[in-house]
């Protein structure tokens, strides 16, 4: 990046101008005439851009020996860099790798649609969704999924449902739909400022923290499938440690709390759930060596420490959202101009 001075013109008598540099113009051959586009968000720095500039399209190319894990995270990559049409070629790859793209592409990308498809690729357009999904909606609807998949995970360790488990696992993917498309708003606003115009985002900063908030909803959604897949995975009598296992339900409050919070910072009432967070997770150790101490059946210990350390990544990622709610309580800071 670089830094061009200039002063301000006045004419006309009250309307200021300021010249573009050469380079720049010429790097999207803009002439005399030409239209641009001047974002101004609320506090920082205006941005210009050629009114007809457009993204260009992301290429993937799959050679010989690429397997289906390889192409799948260089498709996600795309995808969260931002670009809006993604030609997938086969240069050497087998055929039906093109299938597990797809399947792929529908559980964990949001907005993304096969527009073109031969034996040797396809084409794959992303709906820009950003209208019909503000990041704080997205933040709500994650929040809610999680919430409910961390309440049900613990339910299913005293009640084993092996579809139930399947149900919270496709909720799992929704939510990491959810969280790719954050990333992806994120990333395509540093190269395209017009996208934060729909977004209902007062400042770039608030994009950056909903992300990193979205971040921590995965994460807490992903140790919500460990609890759910410890169900299955062995008999459990929670009867032998019921005292933590009641206990590890208030972990699904903290989270939800810490969430509203972000849709609705407010510096007291972060405060006071941070405290009441730290207090939460020293109750749920105690509760945890307690039922230690009770000495619990050797096939339910591997378990109940599994148990307990889910639930403590859940209440210590609602930490971390908790603290991202109390920063939004403050004020951005502002561009002002230096007093002599």
Same mark, same amino acid.
């Given at each position: 990046?670089?830094?061009?001075?200039?002063?301000?013109?006045?004419?006309?008598? +009250?309307?200021?101008?300021?010249?573009?540099?050469?380079?720049?113009?010429?790097?999207?051959?803009?002439?005399?005439?030409?239209?641009?586009?001047?974002?101004?968000?609320?506090?920082?720095?205006? /941005?210009?851009?050629?009114?007809?500039?457009?993204?260009?399209?992301?290429?993937?190319?799959?050679?010989?020996?690429?397997?289906?894990?390889?192409?799948?995270?260089?498709?996600?990559?795309?995808?969260?860099?931002?670009? /809006?049409?993604?030609?997938?070629?086969?240069?050497?790859?087998?055929?039906?790798?093109?299938?597990?793209?797809?399947?792929?592409?529908?559980?964990?990308?949001?907005?993304?649609?096969?527009?073109?498809?031969?034996?040797?690729?396809?084409?794959?357009?992303?709906?820009?969704?950003?209208?019909?999904?503000?990041?704080?909606?997205?933040?709500?609807?994650?929040?809610?999924?999680?919430?409910?998949?961390?309440?049900? +995970?613990?339910?299913?360790?005293?009640?084993?449902?092996?579809?139930?488990?399947?149900?919270?696992?496709?909720?799992?993917?929704?939510?990491?739909?959810?969280?790719?498309?954050?990333?992806?708003?994120?990333?395509?606003?540093?190269?395209?400022?017009?996208?934060?115009?729909?977004?209902?985002?007062?400042?770039?900063?608030?994009?950056?923290?909903?992300?990193?908030?979205?971040?921590?909803?995965?994460?807490?959604?992903?140790?919500?499938?460990?609890?759910?897949?410890?169900?299955?995975?062995?008999?459990?009598?929670?009867?032998?440690?019921?005292?933590?296992?009641?206990?590890?339900?208030?972990?699904?409050?903290?989270?939800?709390? /810490?969430?509203?919070?972000?849709?609705?910072?407010?510096?007291?009432?972060?405060?006071?759930?941070?405290?009441?967070?730290?207090?939460?997770?020293?109750?749920?150790?105690? /509760?945890?060596?307690?039922?230690?101490?009770?000495?619990?059946?050797?096939?339910?210990?591997?378990?109940?420490?599994?148990?307990?350390?889910?639930?403590?990544?859940?209440?210590?990622?609602?930490?971390?959202?908790?603290?991202?709610?109390?920063?939004?309580?403050?004020?951005?800071?502002?561009?002002?101009?230096?007093?002599?």
């Amino acid at each position: 990046m670089r830094a061009y001075g200039r002063r301000l013109q006045l004419t006309g008598g +009250s309307t200021l101008i300021v010249s573009l540099p050469k380079e720049w113009a010429e790097q999207f051959g803009l002439e005399k005439g030409d239209e641009v586009l001047l974002m101004a968000p609320v506090s920082g720095p205006l /941005s210009v851009i050629p009114a007809d500039a457009a993204l260009e399209e992301g290429v993937l190319v799959l050679r010989e020996n690429v397997t289906l894990d390889q192409a799948v995270r260089s498709l996600i990559s795309l995808y969260l860099a931002g670009y /809006s049409s993604i030609s997938i070629r086969l240069d050497g790859a087998a055929p039906g790798i093109l299938r597990g793209i797809k399947e792929v592409a529908r559980r964990w990308l949001a907005g993304v649609e096969v527009v073109d498809e031969r034996l040797d690729g396809m084409v794959l357009n992303v709906v820009q969704l950003h209208r019909d999904l503000p990041p704080k909606q997205v933040i709500s609807r994650m929040g809610t999924l999680t919430s409910g998949m961390v309440q049900d +995970s613990l339910s299913l360790l005293a009640e084993p449902n092996r579809e139930e488990v399947h149900d919270l696992i496709y909720r799992d993917d929704e939510v990491d739909r959810f969280y790719h498309y954050m990333v992806r708003l994120t990333n395509l606003s540093v190269v395209d400022p017009r996208i934060l115009e729909p977004l209902e985002v007062e400042w770039p900063q608030l994009l950056m923290s909903y992300t990193l908030v979205a971040r921590s909803i995965e994460r807490v959604a992903d140790h919500a499938t460990n609890i759910a897949m410890l169900a299955l995975e062995r008999e459990l009598d929670v009867s032998s440690f019921e005292e933590f296992y009641r206990h590890s339900f208030g972990s699904t409050t903290h989270f939800r709390r /810490s969430v509203e919070l972000v849709l609705e910072p407010d510096v007291d009432r972060a405060q006071a759930l941070l405290e009441e967070t730290s207090e939460y997770l020293r109750d749920l150790e105690r /509760s945890f060596v307690h039922a230690l101490e009770r000495r619990v059946p050797v096939g339910s210990q591997v378990a109940l420490r599994v148990l307990y350390d889910n639930v403590k990544r859940v209440v210590e990622y609602s930490t971390d959202i908790a603290e991202v709610g109390l920063n939004l309580s403050f004020p951005r800071p502002r561009f002002v101009r230096r007093t002599s």
